[in-house]
């Protein structure tokens, strides 16, 4: 059995606000690739967030992240993540 649980990263100061909401994998079935996958995914998260804590040159940022869970055809699940900035008048999503 495979589920999807919420996980998430919060900060909020003066210039630099940030909301990181990702999916941790779990399984019954334990495999390296799924521990591979939530790595992987954290890793990324951390990434955007130290990149755009570098990036925003004192400047009032946002940042958030959220993802999505799909289930296609053949058992194939799809969690696509949303990368989002915002700085000044700026909206940046990847």
């Known amino acids: 059995m495979l589920l999807i649980q919420t996980s998430s990263i919060e ?5 630099y606000l940030y909301s990181l909401i990702y999916p941790i994998i779990k399984s019954d079935n334990k495999k ?4 591979h ?8 998260v951390i990434t955007f967030k130290n990149v755009a804590k570098d ?3 004192n ?3 946002c940042i958030s992240t959220n993802y999505y869970t799909m289930y296609n055809d053949n058992g194939i ?3 696509p993540i949303e ?7 700026y909206n940046i999503s990847y």
């Open 11 to 15: 900060n909020n100061d003066n210039l």
């Open 37 to 44: 996958i939530n790595n992987r995914i954290y890793e990324d």
């Open 77 to 79: 699940i799809s969690i």
């Open 32 to 35: 390296n690739i799924i521990e």
């Open 59 to 61: 400047n009032l940022s």
């Open 83 to 89: 990368f989002t900035q915002l700085e000044g008048l």
């Open 55 to 57: 990036i925003t040159n």
